[in-house]
Each structure stands twice: as structure tokens, then as C-alpha cells.
């Protein structure tokens, strides 16, 4: 089954306590991203990624970092999180060569609390 | 840059009524528009979506939206709503010649009156 996958789903820390969210997909998929959903707000891009080693910034990538060694793995760190970065996060693939709709898949979310 | 205004964060409806979601978007290029939903504890999932073309787009689940230029709108209507849309709902605009990059309105919660 074609899919996007997030561990964990449900993860509580402390702040200052390192932290990674792990996302693979399935797809074949070039193009990768990671949002934060916060009511009110919808969802706003972290960091996205074009292709194996190629990442970059997106709207609110402050405090958190990605690396992009294999296709399929997309991993989102938190160095040093703080109570403002909980949130639901969500990761996102697409195929690049799929240009005529940039439509992308989703994961099923990982709800974080930092307190 | 592109941007999404949803109208109305929270839209109530009678099951049977029409559905009627707002979105206006701005863009400096042609647009790529969708539509998601997202059920309680659920992750997004695509309704439909407009690239070029016709610009009334039919989607999954009787939904359908129109893209009209002039308005800068893509509107989201159901004819009659069912429990089971009971959901939030999310418009993105992505820059067609921009890469993949999507960005989402505020999302607008829907609940359905039996």
C-alpha cells in the first residue's frame, strides 16, 4: 500500500530533551515536507526537501532541523525543544515529476506536547 | 507570494442542506488549487484539486469547487450534507511553476445538525 509514515504518533517531552520525528514513504517520492498544524493557523511548511541531500527552508523552520540521506527518509529534529513547538506535525510527499499538480500525500500526524 | 483566506473558521449546517466553504487565494502565477479534508485523528486527504482546464472540479464524496479567475476564488460546495462530513476542511494554493510548496488557509471546521 502506497503510504507516508510517522513515528511516533503521540509524544510528550520535556523542553531541552532532543527529539526526533521519523517519516518514510512508500512512493518513490523526490519531494518531501514537513508542517506544523496549530488552530487558527492551518498548516505551515518547516523545511522541505527536492531530492536525496537537497534541503531547505520553509515559513517557520526555526528550531528545527531535517536531513534528507536516503529517499525515502525524511526525519524532522528538534535540537532543544520548547513548550511553543507543540503542535500537530504532519509530513507530506510528492512526486517531482509530477509537475502538472504538485498535489502531495500525507501522513497521519505526530501530536507533540513539550512542556 | 502566495497566500489562502478561508472565511469562517467554524461552519455549522442542517444534514440535507447545501455546504458552502469559502476560499479566496492570491497568487502571482497561474495557481494550482486544492481542497483537504481531515477527519478527527486523521491525517489530510486530497477532495480535489484544479490545474488547468475545466474550472468546475468534481472531487470525492459529492464535493465539487469552481476556480473563477476574476474572483480569485475556489469555493467548495456539497449539495447536500451528509454526518459523515462532518470534518475540517482545508484550501491550498500551490505556484505552478514554483515547485511543490503548498500553502493552507486556516482551515474552517464543519459540524453537521442531524
Known amino acids: 500500500e502506497a503510504q507516508v509514515t510517522q513515528n511516533p504518533r503521540y509524544l510528550i517531552t520535556v523542553t531541552g530533551k532532543k527529539l526526533t520525528v521519523t517519516c518514510s514513504q512508500n512512493?518513490?517520492?523526490?519531494?518531501m515536507s514537513w508542517y506544523r498544524q496549530d488552530p487558527g493557523l492551518g498548516l505551515r511548511q518547516i523545511y522541505y526537501s527536492m531530492n536525496v541531500e537537497v534541503t531547505d527552508k520553509g515559513d517557520v523552520p526555526e528550531g528545527y532541523k531535517v536531513s534528507r540521506k536516503e529517499k525515502r527518509n525524511f526525519p524532522l529534529i528538534l535540537e532543544s525543544p520548547s513548550p511553543n513547538q507543540t503542535s500537530l506535525y504532519f509530513c507530506?510527499?510528492?512526486?517531482?515529476?509530477?509537475?502538472?499538480?504538485?498535489?502531495?500525500?500525507f501522513g497521519p500526524g505526530t501530536r507533540l506536547t513539550v512542556l | 507570494a502566495q497566500s489562502v483566506t478561508q472565511l469562517g473558521s467554524h461552519v455549522s449546517v442542517s444534514e440535507g442542506a447545501l455546504v458552502l466553504l469559502r476560499c479566496n487565494y492570491s497568487s502571482s502565477v497561474p495557481p494550482y488549487l486544492f481542497w483537504y479534508v481531515q477527519y478527527p485523528n486523521q491525517g489530510l486527504q486530497l477532495l480535489l484539486k484544479?490545474?488547468?482546464?475545466?474550472?468546475l472540479v468534481k472531487g470525492i464524496n459529492g464535493f465539487e469547487a469552481e476556480f473563477k479567475k476574476s474572483e480569485t476564488s475556489f469555493h467548495l460546495t456539497k449539495p447536500s450534507a451528509h454526518m459523515s462530513d462532518a470534518a475540517e476542511y482545508f484550501c491550498a494554493v500551490s505556484e505552478s511553476a514554483a515547485g511543490n510548496k503548498l500553502t493552507f488557509g486556516g482551515g474552517t471546521r464543519v459540524l453537521v445538525k442531524p
Open positions: 507530506a510527499s510528492s512526486p517531482l515529476a509530477e509537475r502538472v499538480s504538485n498535489e502531495q500525500f
Open positions: 484544479y490545474t488547468t482546464g475545466a474550472t
Open positions: 512512493m518513490n517520492h523526490e519531494y
